[in-house]
């Protein structure tokens, strides 16, 4: 049996698994929920660039100081040690955002996610320099000339500009801000300080100028276990297809023809998506929950006399005619745990005491005997001074009758951020050092009463 053989498709004929991207022009939308989203936008963009420039005690309130391993938070000095305290903060960020996710949807990415903030100022750059949707759209369709050039050359050099002053306030919070500044201007940055500002500086020229939707669809992870969080009480937006359906056009004022719904088919919901999707055809993994399409429905809907809420934040349960549930399981435990977290690092926090000791006994003899009738145990003890400044430390002993301490100096002097190595030796009267007694040493410090350590030991004395 032969096989037929057929001659191969030309190249230009050849599907292609791969379509190029289409660049989407956002319409400019007016309305409440667009006026929220700028204010946000405002809000959390003033607090990213002016914190790096306040100081809290002589230090900047937010500095993550790498070189120097430690972190300067609203006033309190964080060292490697505290580690702990970075883990139970990512833990509340990520039980934060189930929560919200379980309640609201992805209202976390239409208003406060980074690339969302950043990709609304950079639009906004974009029409002031380059104008509306439509004059964006003819602009780019038109040869190039002196207009065409003046207006991109703007939008870029705006765009630079804010990007390269983004990756230089991130930077600020690691390296303190200042004395970037004063480097910049003597033209003596560091070869790192300068790869890692330009870094973010690319990264958010990129991001939020090109790649833009791209982001919140192919790169964020968020997008793709959104809907593991997700059931029938989660608030999400979405269009009404009973009252909506079926679409047409009509004049303001008159009432739909039967069977027409109050749909108009004037597609402005999908020309303000940043996303480009038609929430007409359902809730889509790509909805970022910005409301974009209900402002501009809702305009629409005013126009023609009609009531608002074609498209809505609202329940599947309730467009459905059910009941929606606010207090559920899941959004029980994401509160619960979430309380429980910010609890503990709260009261750790208010508790913290800025000093550690570590008490190591020696072990290569279990004691010696000095003086006739007294042993002694040696330790090495450890003491850390996590305060921003210098301390003078006084060290006690007891749990032993006639327990004595023996140091090197009776006071331990140690620098801030410094750790004291000093060797310790504890003697007491044999008669009251039987066996194995269970002993303290207390350190405080002398210029602040309130920073106090106390850690249990072990003195090994003779066997009766």
Known sequence: MHAKLTAAAPLST??????????????????????????????????????????????????????ARKFHVFGLTLWPQDFVYLALLLIIAALSLF???ALAGRIFCGYACPQTVWTEVFLWIEQWTEGNRSQRQKLDQKPWTLEKILRKSSKQLLWLSLAFYTGLTFVGYFIPIRSIGAELVNLSLGPWAVFWILLYSLATYGNAGYLREQVCKYMCPYARFQSAMFDKDTLVISYDELRGEPRGARRRGAAPAKPQGDCIDCTLCVQVCPTGIDIRKGLQYECI?????????????????????????????????????????????????????????????????????????????????VRGDWVENAYSIKVINEDDKAH????????????????????????????????????A??????????ISLRISAQDAPNIVRTEKTRFIGPQS
């Open 99 to 101: 929560f919200i996710t």
């Open 429 to 438: 009267p044999a008669a009251n050092a039987h066996g194995v007694h269970p």
């Open 289 to 369: 929950a910005c409301a974009a399409c209900i402002d501009a429905c809702d305009d629409v809907m005013d126009k023609l006399g009609a009531s608002r809420g074609l498209i809505r934040y609202t329940t599947e349960h309730a467009m459905a005619g059910k009941q929606t549930r606010l207090v559920r399981p899941r959004l029980f435990v994401y509160g619960a745990l979430l309380t429980l977290a910010t609890g503990v690092i709260a009261y750790s926090l208010l508790t913290r005491t800025p000093l550690i000791l570590d008490v190591i006994r020696d072990r290569n003899a279990l004691y010696r005997e």
């Open 14 to 67: 050849t599907p292609s698994f791969y379509e190029a991207a289409q660049k989407i022009y956002p319409r400019e939308v007016r309305g409440r929920f667009a006026t929220k989203r700028r204010w946000t936008v405002v809000l959390l963009l003033g607090l990213f660039y002016s914190i790096a420039w306040i100081s809290w005690d002589g230090q900047q309130m937010l500095l993550f100081d790498l070189p």
């Open 392 to 427: 003078h430390y006084r060290l006690q002993a007891q749990g032993i009758a006639q327990l004595e301490l023996v140091v090197p100096t009776g006071v331990i002097d140690v620098a801030p951020g410094s750790v004291a190595n000093v060797p310790v030796r504890l003697q």
